[in-house]
C-alpha cells in the first residue's frame, strides 16, 4: 500500500510540475510583444498625423518614416520594439497659403491666439492638452509651447511661433 500511495504523490507532483511549466510558457507567450512591421507603422503614423508616407526604412530596429503633410514634411523615427516615437524632424516647411502672418512692413506683428496655438498643436499630436505657454523673446521669435499627451502616456511639448504658427519643435517624453 506503501508503494501505491507514493506512486501517486510522485505522479501528482510531475502533473503540477507540467502544468505550471505550461502555465509559465503560455504567459511568456502573451506578454511578450511582437516587434512591429513596416505596415504596423505605417498604421501608427497614420493614425497620429495626416499625410501621404513617402518612405519607410528600418535601421537597428528603428524605423525612419518620412511623411509629408499640408505644413511641410517629416521624419519621424518609432523604436520597432517598444513602438515609441523616438523623434520628429520637420525636414521642410510648407507656407500656408490662407495665413499672412505679417501685416505691412514696418507694423506691429499679428500673434496668434493660444486657441490657434492649441488648434495647431492638436492637428500635429491627437491628445490631451495639459499647458500652454506664451513666451517672449528679447532676440528671437515670441512662441508658445503646448504640452500635449497622448492616450499611451507619451507627453509631447510642442513650440509654436505665435506669428507665422508654424511649428519649431516637436519633443517627447513618457
Known sequence: MRGKGLRKSVLIIVIVIVLSIITWQLLQHQTSAEPLNEEAVKKIVNDLYQGEIQEVNLKEQVYNVSI?????????????????????????????????PLKEKGTAHTIITKEEARTIALEKVKGNVEDI?????????????????RTDGMEATIQINAITGEIITISWDE
Not at 73 to 100: C, G, H
Open 68 to 100: 509629408k503633410t499640408e505644413t511641410g514634411s517629416y521624419d519621424i523615427m518609432i523604436d520597432r520594439n517598444s513602438s515609441k516615437i523616438l523623434n520628429i524632424l520637420q525636414t521642410q516647411v510648407v507656407e500656408l497659403k490662407n495665413k499672412d
Open 133 to 149: 505657454d506664451f513666451e517672449e523673446e528679447d532676440d528671437g521669435p515670441s512662441y508658445y509651447t503646448v504640452e500635449v499627451e
